[in-house]
């Protein structure tokens, strides 16, 4: 066996290794010179430091370009998936292959090391040297590649990401749900930030026009109001009929000439339109905003957009994250998906749990009684749950199922409220056969195929007369006693000699025990006298 060593070691000594090394640019086959460096993986950078160093340790022997970025992307990709792409294919055959080269090929990926022995019957080897040995060929390699250049090379890695993340991402500018989720941010802060506005406008202007506050409740019609009054008294002087109903622009006058504020100066007036004109200016940004967000939700989850309306379900896709995470969501957490505080909070005082999140601000929720709004909200979001899959991982643009899902929902309001019961499922096309439920009726138009039968009173379950008669008997020696203690006269005799069915019928056994007892006791006084 010790003579065997030497011998294995001196095959492998003789058998040169090649480098597979793959760039943005193209495949390079590099040849080990000094396969002895390879011993120690520590100390191999050392040997790549400078141009020099690296030439004696590996050798360039051919180098294939990509004729394209297409063609360099399906390359990166299937190295990342670890398979053998056909330009990679073409490149080893025509280089090892058909040259019947018998030397060891190095790669950087264990997994294209195995494709390429199964498929192409190529020893493949891949340790922590070999990795070492491409962090130095990655350092020197545009001096070991003549005729590539550093800034070339950073376009092409730069080129070859940017298709490769579009590829992972499966890039599509329209199915992009970041633009909502940053849109439904902005339009909850301007809508927090015009009313901190507009009630800094009201409590301002109200030291000069109080009356005003509750004549225009509108803030986008108070702040145009307050910018073309600027003083109470030009009121009579000036008409709000552009933006104010006639009723409305006549108490504004009446009211500005009997008003018990304050004067303000100039000054005061200019700041104020200032702040009108901020007011203002939000409020049609906003109104901008909320027309690109329906756009958008239009276009990314039409189904979606059907169901619940834009607003809720932008806020649903923001507080998932993505619209792919939404998808993967179940109906049950999209039900109280906003309510987590609440579920938690629930879950730790052993509370009963909120029946709905965010999609209660949906209009089939609160168009629905408060008592029906659960079981709604429950129906509402298990329909959401397949109508977001299909919108997440289908191509349609317009809502589909979510036509179909809204009628079934809005049927089951109906039900729940006393309406007229219609179908929750299905077409609706065809309708259930009488015959199907009842066998002696007709499919066709439900009526009975026989006369209906007469009632049967032998399937009556009657008292049994042997339980009866057991009853009379006990009643009668509990009697007997009564009748051999009496002694006050013929009367109370005649009374106890009545027929025993007709008391038994008529007096209750409870109050008959009663009266017995009350008739035994001044028996027992007179024995003791």
Request: charged share 30%.
């Amino acid at each position: 066996s010790h003579g065997g060593e030497p011998l294995l070691r001196l095959a492998r000594s003789t058998a040169a290794m090649l480098v597979l090394f793959e760039t943005p640019a193209g495949y390079a086959l590099f040849k080990v010179l000094d396969e002895g460096k390879l011993s120690s993986s520590d100390d191999i950078y050392k040997d790549f430091e400078t141009p020099d160093k690296a030439s004696k340790i590996v050798k360039l022997k051919t180098f294939s370009k990509f004729k394209d970025t297409t063609d360099a992307l399906a390359a990166a990709t299937a190295c990342i998936e670890g398979k053998l792409s056909k330009g990679l294919k073409k490149f080893l055959t025509k280089n090892i292959v058909n040259k019947e080269i018998s030397d060891r090929l190095a790669v950087i990926d264990s997994k294209i090391g195995q494709a390429i022995k199964e498929k192409m019957n190529i020893e493949c080897v891949h340790n922590s040297s070999v990795l070492e040995l491409f962090r130095g060929i990655r350092n020197q390699m545009t001096e070991l590649v003549s005729g590539l250049t550093e800034a070339e090379l950073k376009t092409m890695q730069l080129g070859l990401s940017h298709s490769l993340s579009r590829y992972k991402l499966k890039f599509s500018p329209d199915k992009v749900d970041t633009m909502i989720i940053q849109a439904i941010g902005l339009l909850d802060d301007l809508d927090k930030e015009l009313n901190n506005y507009a009630m800094r406008l009201r409590e301002w202007f109200g030291w000069h026009f109080p009356e005003l506050n509750k004549i225009v409740t509108d803030n986008l019609i108070y702040a145009k109001t307050v910018k073309m009054l600027k003083i109470r008294s030009n009121a009579k002087d000036l008409s709000f009929s552009d933006f104010l109903q006639e009723e409305v622009e006549t108490d504004v006058k009446q009211a500005a000439e009997i008003s018990m504020g304050t004067e303000i100066s100039e000054e005061d007036v200019t700041n104020i339109g200032a702040l009108c004109d901020q007011v203002i200016n939000i409020s049609e940004y906003r109104t901008q905003l909320f027309e690109y967000l329906k756009n958008r939700m239009q276009a990314i989850a039409p189904n979606l957009t059907y169901m619940v309306g834009e607003l809720v379900g932008a806020r649903l896709i923001a507080h998932a994250g993505s619209l792919m995470n939404l998808a993967k969501q179940p109906a049950s957490t999209v039900q109280i998906l906003g309510a987590e505080k609440a579920l938690f909070r629930a879950l730790k005082t052993k509370h009963e749990t909120p029946k709905y999140g965010l999609i209660y601000h949906a209009s089939l929720v609160g168009q629905t009684a408060p008592k029906n709004k659960g079981k709604i909200s429950r129906m509402l979001a298990a329909k959401c749950a397949l109508s977001i899959r299909v919108d997440a991982l289908g191509d349609q643009v317009e809502p589909t199922v979510g036509l179909d899902h809204r009628t079934a929902v809005e049927n089951r309001v109906k039900q729940l409220e006393g309406g007229v019961m219609k179908s929750l499922s299905g077409t609706g096309k065809g309708k259930a056969s009488a015959e199907k439920y009842d066998p002696r009726r007709s499919s066709d138009n439900g009526a009975l195929k026989t006369a209906a039968q007469t009632y049967n009173a032998d399937a009556d379950v009657v008292v049994k007369k042997e339980k009866k008669e057991k009853k009379i008997k006990k009643e009668k020696e509990a009697e007997e006693p009564m009748e051999t203690e009496a002694t006050n006269g013929e009367s109370k005799k005649k009374r106890k000699s009545a027929p025993v069915e007709e008391t038994t019928e008529a007096v209750p056994v409870k109050k008959r025990k009663k009266s017995v007892d009350a008739e035994e006791e001044p028996e027992k006084k007179k024995k003791k006298k």
